[in-house]
């Protein structure tokens, strides 16, 4: 079994580590260098006894009946751990053959050696284990494991005698044919070493016939351990479980917002808040939000390539608890339920929010359980917009504020004031309002906010400002009415009037009414009219009396009553 969080202290090899392809020149004297039996003996004064080098093997991870051939054989001896490099060789070199099929003049320590490795060989390379190998030259540390009933697989081995090693499983389960990475070569290096060292914790108590490799171990034990470094690594742990403690939320409510797919990426995880925060607050050795992060939380996450970036996805929601004890509600308390979550829904990432925020698509898996959302779909009521999206679900749009101000007492006193200010008669100020497509628009938003609030009052504006132009608009036209001139037109044109604009905004903003202004921009117009772009009274003498604007609209989905 392998952790998926690095430990806050581990052991790892210190000595030398030599990495080279099998097809080089220099592999064959670099691997007779350091497995030799006579620099064994004369280094290790070990006369007459086997020399001990760990053996393993690491090949791409096969997916989908795939047979991948061994890509890294590792060799270890008491000082020094060779990696060779496989990948593209059909067959062995015969000094690789020769050191295989040797006796047991050298013994090879390997771990949990099974027939998929032996197979692996066969297939890689042709070299048949059963029918080349002595079988005495190679002792499996697994096998003495458990034939004293302790643990077989070399992490939980390793545990048993306080061996703190690290084996990250997003590193054992990695790429083995590309170009290797410290990471990987720490991992290979490791393994093989550490196989030879846990064989002398065997030894005591293992068969008979092995006091020859007992006194080999014991020749060289001195300088394996010399060779084992420890490592703290407590402030990296720290930043790692920090980072980790917020990723799962950080996919989750990414992976749920409008968009998403039901998955998030590389780039929207980085500009997660809290996760900025985890990676702001690290000390010490960095953690990286990256690839390799994600494949070592792969039991919190699953990543996969889409459209060529990495998407990340969570792993497994298993249950839904929610729906296992919470309380079923009423059709009237489901749908309050809902309005005030979707009150309360914010993007997981998104632009900060304006004064009148955007009334906002939401996926119902955000803020509902499946059960809610099943309940959810038989129910009736205007104060909730549904739609529905091929890859998010259910959506979900706010129509009324559980708290939402009186939006008709809002209309009756717009009315009222129209009527006065323009001296019409209240029915035709009436459809004037609802005519006007911004009125209505600003109107229609007091469904979506609460009573009393900010949104309110900034919508209460916006109302005033129609008022007012719709009022002038009447002034205007009563002043042009010589030349026929109707209050649409007039309104029309007192939108596009940057002066009129200016001492608009001034009123609605100080209170401050400006009758004398006014008189002169009504009188400039009256003067100009129809060829109201040039007045001498502008605010700027380089700006056009009119200036017009077009807006860009985005297309949003089409709603229907739920």
Not at 200 to 212: E, H, K, T, V
Not at 340 to 355: D, F, N, Q, R, T
Not at 393 to 405: E, F, M, T
Not at 534 to 540: G, H, I, M, N
Request: overall charge negative; aromatic content about 8%.
């Amino acid at each position: 079994m392998m952790s998926h969080g690095p430990l806050a202290e581990y052991v790892t090899f210190s000595g030398t580590l030599l990495e080279y392809d099998l097809a080089s020149e220099k592999a064959q004297a670099a691997f007779e260098g350091a497995f030799s039996v006579l620099r064994f003996r004369e280094q290790c004064d070990a006369v007459d006894l086997p020399l001990l080098v760990g053996l393993d093997f690491e090949w791409k991870p096969d997916k989908a009946g795939s047979d991948n051939p061994i890509a890294l054989m590792q060799f270890a001896c008491w000082d020094t751990v060779l990696l060779l490099r496989t990948v593209g060789a059909a067959e062995l070199p015969g000094w690789l053959r020769a050191f295989l099929e040797s006796g047991e003049e050298i013994l090879k320590v390997v771990a949990s050696f099974d027939l998929a490795d032996k197979r692996k060989l066969k297939n890689s390379f042709g070299w048949d284990f059963e029918e080349q190998a002595v079988k005495a030259s190679y002792w499996d540390i697994a096998e003495l494991a458990g034939a004293q009933g302790l643990p077989q697989g070399m992490l939980k081995m390793a545990q048993y005698f306080e061996l703190p090693l690290q084996k990250l499983k997003s590193v054992g389960t990695s790429n083995w044919s590309a170009e290797l990475t410290l990471e990987q070569r720490r991992y290979a290096a490791d393994d093989a070493f550490f196989q030879l060292y846990l064989l002398g914790r065997l030894l005591p108590s293992a068969r008979s016939d092995s006091r020859s490799m007992q006194a080999s171990w014991s020749a060289i034990r001195e300088e394996l351990e010399r060779n084992i470094k420890k490592v703290d690594n407590s402030k990296y742990k720290a930043n790692f479980m920090a980072l980790r403690a917020v990723l799962l939320d950080a996919v989750h409510q990414l992976s749920r917002a409008l968009g998403a797919g039901g998955c998030t990426d590389l780039n929207q995880l980085k500009q997660f808040q809290a996760i900025q925060v985890a990676l702001a607050q690290q000390t010490g050795p960095v953690v990286q939000l990256n690839a390799q992060f994600l494949r070592q939380n792969s039991d919190l996450v699953v990543c996969f390539y889409r459209d060529g970036r990495l998407h990340v996805r969570v792993r497994s929601e298993g249950s839904d608890s929610e729906d296992q004890e919470e309380e079923v509600l009423e059709t009237e308390e489901l749908i309050l339920k809902v309005q005030e979550l979707l009150v309360a829904y914010k993007p997981p990432i998104g632009k900060k929010p304006s004064a009148l925020r955007e009334v906002l698509w939401v996926p119902a898996r955000a803020i509902l359980s499946k059960s809610q959302i099943a309940s959810l779909e038989s129910c009736r009521s205007d104060c909730i917009e549904t739609s529905y999206d091929s890859e998010d679900g259910l959506l979900l749009r706010l129509a009324r504020h559980p708290r939402a101000p009186d939006d008709h007492k809002h209309l009756e006193l717009s009315v009222h004031s129209l009527s006065e200010l323009s001296q019409i008669d209240p029915a035709e100020a009436k459809s004037r309002l609802t005519a006007d497509e911004k009125f209505m628009q600003s109107w229609s938003r007091l469904r979506v906010v609460e009573a009393n609030s900010d949104e309110e009052r900034a919508i209460t504006r916006s109302l005033r400002a129609r008022i007012r132009i719709l009022t002038d608009a009447q002034l205007l036209a009563n002043r042009l009415s010589g030349v026929g001139v109707q209050w649409r037109v007039a309104r029309d044109c007192l939108e596009q009037v940057t002066w009129y604009r200016q001492l608009l905004g001034e009123h609605l903003a100080r209170g401050a009414e400006k009758a004398d202004e006014l008189e002169e921009c009504f009188s400039e117009i009256v003067r100009t009219w129809p060829n109201v772009e040039v007045s001498k009274k502008r605010k700027r003498r380089n700006e056009p009396l009119c200036s017009t604007g077009t807006k860009r609209r985005t297309r949003e989905p089409e709603p229907k009553s739920l």
